[in-house]
């Protein structure tokens, strides 16, 4: 059972535009959540992060926002570049321990065309 | 600055060879420590987790283990590889008192 969804596997943006890009979560106790963004044969970087306390986070171009009713988190990219162009993964955790028990999404492969 | 370090970068394997994978970070200490595995197309699955020297946490039933023999050490091991080994080997730190977690270059393993 996938707890952490990305449902689509890849995105077409053009550079300039706004990227969304969406994840959801099936268990409601996850309270902690982050983006990691991952070029081929590289490990996964940290991009952004959000408690459940919160519904919106900001850094520079990348907003990430929780609906937790909905179960539901979106990172925008906003203005997309052809370097944003990678693999962004989802992680969900519930809160303890920091997030030693993280669950990745399957990730979706964003690609800005020039 | 904290860096983390893989090795070997790649790796290919016959079934049923033993495997050792290493894991160092450097500028830090008392870092959590984790083993994932990315197989192709796939997110990434947790192994192991380690808070400690000599601490481990199992995640996945397999035939893959884990060591921690010094606080910035990490080890991945098999005795005897099968071909579902192959995959994408991560391996990350985390500060105790911090959710982002930071990633080496990965290590890609065939099995064949």
């Known amino acids: 059972d996938q707890q952490v969804k990305q449902n689509s596997p890849s995105l077409s943006v053009q550079e300039g535009r706004i990227s969304i890009l969406n994840c959801d979560y099936t268990?409601?106790?996850?309270?902690?959540f982050l983006w990691y963004k991952k070029y081929p044969a590289e490990g996964p970087t940290f991009l952004i992060s959000i408690s459940s306390i919160k519904d919106k986070n900001e850094d520079g171009r990348f907003t990430v926002f929780l609906n937790k009713s909905a179960k539901h988190l979106s990172l925008h990219i906003v203005p997309s570049q052809p370097g944003d162009s990678a693999v962004y993964f989802c992680a969900a955790s519930v809160g303890r321990n920091y997030g030693q028990n993280f669950v990745f999404g399957p990730g979706t492969r964003l690609s800005v065309l020039p | 600055s904290q860096t983390i370090h893989q090795w070997p970068a790649t790796l290919v394997q016959p079934v049923g060879s033993p495997l050792s994978l290493e894991c160092t970070v450097e500028?830090?200490?008392?870092?959590?420590l984790y083993w994932y595995r990315q197989a192709a197309g796939r997110g990434l699955q947790l192994l192991f987790y380690?808070?400690?020297?000599?601490?481990i946490s199992s995640e996945v039933p397999q035939n893959l283990s884990a060591s921690r023999p010094q606080d910035r050490q990490f080890i991945l091991s098999s005795k005897k590889l099968l071909l579902s080994d192959s995959g994408f080997y991560l391996c990350?730190?985390?500060?105790?008192?911090?959710?982002?977690?930071?990633f080496g270059p990965g290590t890609r393993l065939t099995v064949t």
């Open positions: 500028g830090t200490s008392n870092p959590n």
């Open positions: 990350a730190w985390q500060r105790q008192t911090r959710y982002e977690q930071y």
């Open positions: 268990n409601s106790m996850f309270d902690y």
């Open positions: 380690s808070v400690g020297i000599g601490q």
